[in-house]
């Protein structure tokens, strides 16, 4: 009886729990050569907002997404990958089992990965230029726009949205890599791993959502350097170049998972060349990186990281439109022939190992732990000539300096043909002076190598020092950080992310003797600091670099000049929530956090004697927060608007919060911490032919500060009896914004042809007049400022590459893996950082306080017109071919080749620059630009490069 009562009643209830029960799609996604499951797959139904992501495990779910009934195509897209499509039909209350997904390694798709390094290492070899960006080099995504900002606007130096690129965060297994000094990741640290980097990175578009980490403006790029997440196999390539080195070897190999639970991951490299594009520039750089995974049981992993990439390299600078008219864009000051020999004086080292210990932890289906500890050692460091050498003597009972050199550079202003035609007559022998120089730079413009070496023995004859040496400004960090990293899912619609993170910092600074120059020591004073130094014995401690140890003489491998140290701790915690529904994706994020800064002096510097400079200073702190929004509504599944917003306050860096760390505890008045207030919105539309973004953006910055270090001419105050003295220009209060509009847009046109446009119309301003006073040697513990105290930069132009950028191009993919791309790029609005100094009042008024009598407004107006570079193209080529071969015992290798011609019909252009603040007074600088030679000191150029190639070799098991 109650077996017939139940059979009833579930007839009965069967149609209301078919009802009940939501139809839904599964399957597993795997690499068609490996066969292994393959995580973060994009797995969506064509036309509507139905859309997710394989697990771990290769494995996708529409579970609790309500699938509308009909039939669809199932797409799946993973980058490096082709995408595959796959006709479905959904019924009611039905599961439909895809079983296993096959998607095939794009063999064509290799512009990514040889391109990318060629572009970073362009940029990362220019030196001490912070103003080029790189925080887009591993953006390239599926985004039209940013894979245009990556790989064509890069080369002209081009900022996404006008940000530095420290506002873009750089991980390593979610922890931070950008340095507290800058601020900018340290792109050397793991260069020469592309095949590492490119094959396990997770990317956040600007200040969207991020599972690791709150991120900032600029965008998050996560890399993975996970033994187990690393694509199974091997690759070796061999690449050649005329940009910044001249050939690349290539070794990596990662196990995958074996069935002992262990994965390994292996990679070499080598970088070298005798010069790249610019004169004078050598290449000498290694990469190693190991990756070590242990799987203990289902929900305990261990993996040890560990990379080290040591380089050395010449940089060039900034030249006049003089020096270049005389010699060319490939034009670098920096070296000279020792011997027979090429020798820069300008040498960049970098050796700072990593080292990564993770632990992963499956708490459970729905919440993952993951903790990381990291230890950073290392040195970083660029040479320099000194020609500061001095011969310690006797006069009247009493020690004094005699010695120093002139200036040995050889774009030294005195080397110059416009240094003899200053006057507003030049006479006939002016003119002949002005020949001779030409004639001499033209012929020579370089470091005269064995001058020096001749002067530094003559002074040991004697019994002097060395004049000129070789030393090296070091910064050796030594960083701790430790984070742990939580993600649940709380429900089908609700995902939690989470973290804590610490970081600790003791940064050593000083300056190192890396070459006496064929002499046998080096007497540690300071010989320009003053005048009066040299000859009244009161006043000689002043030229001291540590009264503690006068008259210091020292040999190679020793410190001098400057010894400080750096302590920064930092700490924060982050929190998001994800939400995810049928029409609308959105997210909210917050983060909380406290940064200190202390200096500790090893010196006792002789301006800035006792407390001033020698040991702790003043610890700084500072309270950090962020809070960002937004999300996607679907209008459809090929209609989305997305919108961003972002309050974010950051300590400043650094470099940036003391007014002069070599030589004291001094801390730029007035610091605070950084605002930033941003948002965008935006309207995305995508079919199976067409992907477009199109995206406006408004950002604002406060509160920023920048310390400069130069040698002027021009100061108005009684305090500087001659107007000269090198100084510490510190500006403060800076505002900015930056407002503008970005598009991409594809069109699949055949399934061989794609055309593409990218671009972006940006203003970026400086929106007040921020605060400015000097500090320096020559007026110790005090501060000059002119007029109201203010530098008058409001309105003028955001330095730091085009403000307008626009692509236009084509892509040939042929079925049989050759491939062919043209791109036309055009740059606009590009324009030179003014010189806050020169817009002070300074400019305007004599040392009495009173306008200069010749004071003429129109023509200050043209004297301080902030200059724009010239709009231009450049064109870039690519081509690629890739062929399948059948190996011993049926396994399959790929070998191909990728090449790329930049700037393919050799346009010059202009990159960047900076305003001269050496004469910075109204007559001083009026005289210089006008005087008949040209200016002496005018505007510094960067000049971007000619055309250039890039051609690489592989072969894939």
Same mark, same amino acid.
């Given at each position: ?58 494995? *996708?779910?529409?579970? /609790? ?23 479905? #039909? ?46 887009? $080099? ?34 390593v297994n979610g922890l931070e890599m950008n340095k507290q000094f800058t601020g900018r ?17 997770? =990317? ?47 070794? &990596? ?103 990564? $210990? ?59 043909? &416009? ?64 984070? &742990? ?32 120059? /064929? ?54 915690? =982050? ?39 020698? /040991? ?12 960002? $929004? ?64 199109? +995206? ?35 500006? &403060? ?13 594809e069109y699949q046109v055949t399934p061989t042809i794609l055309l593409k446009t990218a ?25 000059? +400022? ?20 626009? #692509? ?34 300074? *400019? ?40 399948k071969i059948n190996g011993p015992n049926n396994k399959r290798y790929f070998v191909g ?39 002496? *000191? ?16 592989? $072969?894939?098991?």
């Open positions: 009886m109650n077996k017939k009562l139940l059979y009833v009643l579930s007839l009965l209830l069967l149609p209301f729990l078919l009802l009940a029960q939501e139809a839904n799609i599964v399957g597993e996604v795997v690499d068609s050569e490996t066969e292994e499951p393959m995580p973060n797959v994009a797995v969506y139904l064509e036309g509507t907002a139905f859309a997710t992501k394989t697990n771990a495990y290769g494995q *996708f779910s529409f579970e /609790g997404q309500s699938l509308k009934l009909g039939d669809f195509v199932l797409i799946i897209e993973k980058e490096d990958y082709s995408s595959k499509k796959f006709p479905v #039909q959904i019924t009611e209350g039905a599961t439909l089992e895809m079983g296993q997904l096959y998607l095939q390694y794009d063999l064509t798709d290799e512009k990514r990965r040889m391109g990318t390094i060629s572009l970073s290492d362009d940029e990362i070899g220019e030196g001490d230029d912070a103003s080029f960006n790189i925080s887009g $080099l591993l953006q390239a995504s599926r985004d039209t726009y940013l894979r245009a900002a990556a790989f064509d606007f890069s080369a002209a130096f081009f900022r996404p949205r006008g940000y530095d690129n420290a506002r873009g965060k750089v991980l990741p340290q792109w050397g640290n793991w260069g020469g791993m592309n095949d590492i980097i490119n094959s396990s990175r997770e =990317f956040s578009m600007y200040s969207e959502a991020n599972e690791y980490t709150f991120g900032d403006i600029a965008g998050t790029t996560n890399l993975v350097m996970r033994a187990s997440q690393m694509r199974k196999g091997g690759r070796v390539s061999n690449a050649f170049s005329n940009r910044t080195y001249e050939g690349r070897v290539m070794a &990596s190999y990662n196990t995958g998972m074996n069935s002992k639970g262990w994965a390994f991951s292996f990679l070499a490299s080598r970088r070298y060349g005798d010069e790249g594009f610019r004169e004078g520039t050598p290449y000498d750089a290694n990469s190693f990186f190991i990756a070590v995974e242990k799987r203990i049981n289902e929900k305990h992993s261990l993996n040890l990281t560990s990379f080290y990439a040591p380089n050395r390299r010449g940089i060039g600078t900034a030249i006049t439109q003089e020096m270049r008219d005389l010699k060319g864009i490939q034009y670098n000051p920096n070296w000279g022939y020792q011997n027979g020999k090429v020798r820069s004086t300008r040498i960049r080292r970098t050796e700072e190992p990593v080292f990564v $210990l993770s632990h992963f932890w499956d708490l459970n289906d729905k919440i993952k732990i993951n903790t990381n500890a990291m230890y950073q050692t290392g040195r970083f460091g660029t040479t320099r000539v000194n020609n500061g050498g001095t011969r310690l003597a006797q006069l009247d009972g009493q020690d004094i300096y005699l010695g120093g050199a002139r200036n040995p550079s050889p774009i030294y202003y005195q080397n110059l043909p &416009s240094y003899f035609l200053q006057d507003n007559n030049p006479s006939a022998a002016d003119y002949q002076a002005a020949w001779f120089a030409r004639e001499r730079f033209v012929e020579g413009g370089q470091f005269e190598w064995d001058k020096m070496y001749e002067t530094n023995f003559n002074n040991l004859a004697t019994g002097g020092n060395s004049t000129f040496v070789l030393q090296e400004d070091r910064v050796d960090d030594t960083q701790l950080q430790f984070n &742990s990293i939580i993600e649940a899912e709380i429900n089908q619609n609700i995902r939690f992310n989470g973290s804590v993170n610490y970081r600790y910092l003791l940064s050593e600074n000083f300056a190192e003797l890396a070459d006496l120059l /064929g002499g046998e020591r080096f007497l540690d004073v300071d010989f320009f600091a003053e005048e009066s130094a040299i000859v009244a014995g009161s006043l000689q401690e002043l030229a001291q670099s540590d009264v503690r140890n006068p008259n210091r003489q020292v040999t190679e491998g020793e410190r001098f000049q400057y010894n400080y140290e750096i302590e920064a701790r930092v700490a924060n915690a =982050f929190s998001q929530f994800q939400f995810t529904y049928n029409k609308l994706d959105f997210y909210v994020g917050g983060n909380f956090g406290k940064t200190y800064y202390q200096r500790n002096g090893l010196y006792e510097n002789g301006f800035f004697r006792g407390d001033k400079s020698f /040991g702790k200073g003043k610890e700084l702190d500072f309270t950090t927060y962020g809070v960002k $929004l937004g999300g996607v509504y679907k209008i459809t599944g090929r209609h989305m608007v997305q919108l961003n917003a972002s309050r974010l306050q950051n300590a400043p860096t650094i470099q940036n919060s003391y007014s002069n760390a070599r030589q004291n505890h001094e801390i730029v008045d007035g610091l605070t911490e950084v605002k930033i207030n941003s948002a965008d919105i935006g309207y995305i539309f995508r079919t199976p032919k067409i992907k477009a973004r199109v +995206s406006g953006y408004y950002t604002t910055f406060e509160d920023e500060t920048d310390v400069g270090f130069y040698f002027t001419q021009s100061i108005t105050d009684t305090r500087v009896s001659d107007g000269s003295s090198f100084i510490q220009e510190v500006t &403060s209060g800076i505002d900015r914004r930056h407002t503008g509009l970005e598009f991409g847009f671009g972006n119309f940006g203003q970026y301003i400086y929106t007040n007049d921020p605060d400015l006073y000097l500090t320096g040697r020559d007026f110790p513990g005090e501060q000059i +400022s002119f007029g109201d105290g203010k530098t008058s930069v409001k309105n003028l132009r955001v330095p730091g590459g085009p403000q307008q950028a626009y #692509q236009l191009g084509f892509e040939y993919r042929d079925p049989d893996y050759w491939n062919i791309g043209l791109t036309a790029n055009y740059f606009a609005d590009n324009y030179i950082s003014p010189s806050f100094f020169n817009r002070s009042d300074n *400019f305007v008024v004599d040392n009495e306080g009173f306008p200069f009598p010749d004071y003429n407004e129109e023509e200050a107006r043209k004297l301080l017109q902030q200059e724009k570079f010239s709009n231009y193209f450049l064109f870039n080529l690519t081509g690629g071919k890739s062929w080749f990728f090449a790329v011609i930049g700037n393919l019909f050799d346009q010059e252009f202009t990159s960047g620059g900076f305003e001269q603040s050496r004469r910075a007074a109204f007559g001083d600088r009026g005289e210089d630009l006008n005087s008949p030679g040209g200016p002496l *000191f005018g505007n510094r150029y960067f000049y971007g490069f000619g055309r250039t190639y890039y051609l690489n070799f592989y $072969l894939r098991f």
